[in-house]
C-alpha cells in the first residue's frame, strides 16, 4: 500500500525548533519530488517547501524561508522538515505529499498530517 | 503573485449538478488540480490536469478549464460528497498556490 506516514509535531514555544518527519512505503520514494503542506486551524491549504528527488533542489515559500528547511534520506525512505524560530502562524497541521509526474505534478498521495501548534 | 479565487461556498440539492470555479489571471493556460477534503482528513486529489479523474474518483466528478476561470464539475451529487474543495497551480513565481477553499452543501 502507498502511504505516507508524518511524526515529529507537537508544542513548542515561540523561537523554538521542531523536526517533522515524513516516512514513505509502497513505491519507490526516490524517483518523486516531494512535498510539504501545512493547514492552519479552520483555513486553507498552504505550500511551505519542496525537493528534488536528488535532494539538489529545493523550494519554499516567502514565509519560511531562512527559517525552515526541507531535507529527504533516499536510504531510509524519509522526508524531513526542519523548522526553526517558530512563530505562532506557524501553528498548523503539516502534511506531506508526493508530487505525480504523470498528473502534471499533482499531489497524489498524502499523509494523515501532524500538527504543529506554536504557543508559549 | 498569481492569486486564485474560488467562492467560500457552494449548496446543491440532493441528485442535482455542482459547480465550484477557480478564478485565475490566465488560469486556462495552466494546469488545474482538485482537492476534495472532508473534516478532519488530508485532502484527496479528485481531478488533474484540468479534466481527469485518478483511479477510484467517479465519473460524477469532471473539470474544465478555459480563460480565467477553471470549473470542478459534480454530478448527482451525493451526501458523501459534502467537503471543501480546492484547486491549485503551479506557477513560475509562485511554485505551487491554492484557491481558498470552498465548502459544499448537499441539501
Known amino acids: 500500500e502507498v502511504q505516507l506516514v508524518e511524526s515529529g509535531g507537537g508544542l513548542v514555544q515561540p523561537g523554538g525548533s521542531l523536526r517533522l518527519s515524513c516516512a514513505a512505503s509502497?513505491?519507490?520514494?526516490?524517483?518523486?519530488?516531494m512535498s510539504w503542506v501545512r493547514q492552519a486551524p479552520g483555513k486553507g491549504l498552504e505550500w511551505v517547501a519542496n525537493i528534488k528527488q536528488d535532494g539538489s533542489e529545493k523550494y519554499y515559500v516567502d514565509s519560511v524561508k531562512g527559517r525552515f528547511t526541507i531535507s529527504r534520506d533516499n536510504a531510509k525512505n524519509s522526508l524531513y522538515l526542519q523548522m526553526n524560530s517558530l512563530r505562532a502562524e506557524d501553528t498548523a497541521v503539516y502534511y506531506c505529499a508526493r508530487e505525480a509526474r504523470d498528473f502534471d505534478d499533482a499531489f497524489d498521495i498524502w499523509g494523515q498530517g501532524t500538527m504543529v501548534t506554536v504557543s508559549s | 503573485s498569481y492569486e486564485l479565487t474560488q467562492p467560500l461556498s457552494v449548496s446543491v440539492a440532493l441528485g442535482q449538478t455542482a459547480r465550484i470555479t477557480c478564478g485565475g489571471n490566465?488560469?486556462?493556460?495552466?494546469?488545474v488540480h482538485w482537492y476534495q477534503q472532508k473534516p478532519g482528513q488530508a485532502p484527496v486529489l479528485v481531478i488533474y490536469?484540468?479534466?481527469n479523474r485518478p483511479s477510484g474518483i467517479p465519473e460524477r466528478f469532471s473539470g474544465s478549464n478555459s480563460g480565467n476561470t477553471a470549473t470542478l464539475t459534480i454530478s448527482r451529487a451525493q451526501a458523501g460528497d459534502e467537503a471543501d474543495y480546492y484547486c491549485?497551480?503551479?506557477?513560475?513565481?509562485?511554485?505551487?498556490?491554492f484557491g481558498g477553499g470552498t465548502k459544499l452543501t448537499v441539501l
Open positions: 490536469r484540468d479534466s
Open positions: 490566465n488560469i486556462g493556460s495552466k494546469n
Open positions: 491549485q497551480v503551479w506557477d513560475s513565481s509562485t511554485a505551487v498556490v
Open positions: 509502497g513505491f519507490t520514494f526516490s524517483s518523486y519530488w
